[in-house]
């Protein structure tokens, strides 16, 4: 516990002297700086080659800093705050003034949260300010979710990586827009519309508009690994199978249930039928399957449903980023 204290401190210092360390939250690893400084931002840029225009989510120590980032807060931002943080929620709201255009990607909007994760919230504490944290990988790469896939990925360009074990959630916080109009959800997360529609009074919208905010995992192309993907619906993951095995390829099957048959050039994983075992596997399983040398993975598409919305996303997203 000492030395996960001392780590802490050093961390904390470490931002307020402009440099990047990487944090463990309950939904994957972030790469985070100093969200006052817009030249230890710039790092962050650098470090995943960001678009500069690309927006970043503030990760706070808790509710009481909302107003240090924000203006104009909606009731239904503190409620949802209350209901909700620490956890797996970002609320777009109007941008403070002295919020940096490095933050918001020259919005007038900003994204905000409190992570529940013991090592992240004892880190914010120290630093007792926002964080600037998108996730610890390069962009449009499948997220990370243990210290190790940040190492393997970003390497030297972290000045220090906070190990706390594997995210709990494992995909990426549910966005909810509230900066004008009906509360929208411009990225699906595991916090669904269902337990959000229950603390507003009324289901939230989904999706963008065309004057929405831009906000981080909203490019049609991400979480992709290197290895193409492929989203197959399971009735036809064994046709789809056979047919890259035949034109000589070797395959990769991350579904539910096997293809039906067995081939040496054919490598199956086994996929959660449960829709927050699946989120919480995702990402490590497509590193995996990433390090096998396959030419293409297969994925047997979710089951529709709100439970399932955020996962179909993700994989939607992953299968865009292989073409």
């Given at each position: 516990?000492?030395?996960?204290?001392?780590?802490?401190?050093?961390?904390?210092?470490?931002?307020?002297?402009?440099?990047?360390?990487?944090?463990?939250?309950?939904?994957?690893?972030?790469?985070?700086?100093?969200?006052?400084?817009?030249?230890?931002?710039?790092?962050?840029?650098?470090?995943?080659?960001?678009?500069?225009?690309?927006?970043?989510?503030?990760?706070?120590?808790?509710?009481?800093?909302?107003?240090?980032?924000?203006?104009?807060?909606?009731?239904?931002?503190?409620?949802?705050?209350?209901?909700?943080?620490?956890?797996p929620l970002t609320l777009i709201l109007k941008r403070h003034p002295s919020v940096p255009?490095?933050?918001?990607?020259?919005?007038?909007?900003?994204?905000?949260?409190?992570?529940?994760?013991?090592?992240?919230?004892?880190?914010?504490?120290?630093?007792?300010?926002?964080?600037?944290?998108?996730?610890?990988?390069?962009?449009?790469?499948?997220?990370?979710?243990?210290?190790?896939?940040?190492r393997e990925e970003l390497g030297d360009a972290v000045a220090m990586i906070l190990d706390g074990g594997p995210c709990a959630v494992g995909i990426e916080s549910t966005i909810l827009d509230?900066?004008?109009?009906?509360?929208?959800?411009?990225?699906?997360?595991?916090?669904?519309?269902?337990?959000?529609?229950?603390v507003l009074g009324h289901a939230p919208a989904f999706g963008g508009q065309q004057n929405a905010p831009r906000v981080s995992g909203s490019l049609e192309a991400h979480y992709a690994p290197r290895t193409p993907l492929q989203l197959v619906a399971a009735a036809a993951l064994a046709a789809a199978a056979r047919e890259a095995l035949g034109a000589g390829r070797r395959v990769a099957v991350l579904a539910a249930q096997p293809p039906g048959f067995s081939h040496g050039s054919l490598l199956y994983c086994p996929a959660s039928s449960d829709a927050a075992q699946f989120a919480h596997d995702l990402y490590a399983r497509l590193r995996e399957l990433d390090a096998m040398g396959c030419d293409v993975i297969l994925v047997a598409a979710p089951p529709s449903g709100e439970g399932w919305r955020a996962v179909a996303d993700r994989l939607r997203r992953a299968a865009a980023g292989s073409k």
């Open positions: 516990m000492t030395v996960q204290l001392a780590n802490v401190a050093r961390a904390a210092a470490l931002l307020r002297a402009g440099e990047l360390v990487a944090f463990p939250t309950e939904t994957v690893y972030g790469l985070g700086a100093d969200a006052s400084n817009p030249l230890a931002i710039g790092k962050i840029f650098a470090a995943k080659g960001r678009p500069a225009d690309h927006p970043l989510i503030v990760h706070l120590p808790d509710a009481s800093h909302l107003e240090r980032w924000a203006v104009d807060i909606p009731e239904a931002a503190i409620r949802l705050a209350a209901a909700f943080w620490p956890g255009d490095a933050v918001t990607g020259g919005q007038d909007t900003v994204g905000l949260r409190v992570p529940n994760h013991p090592l992240a919230l004892q880190l914010l504490r120290e630093f007792d300010g926002g964080v600037a944290a998108p996730s610890a990988n390069r962009f449009g790469h499948v997220s990370p979710t243990t210290a190790a896939h940040v509230l900066s004008g109009g009906e509360p929208r959800i411009l990225r699906p997360g595991m916090l669904d519309g269902t337990a959000i529609g229950a």
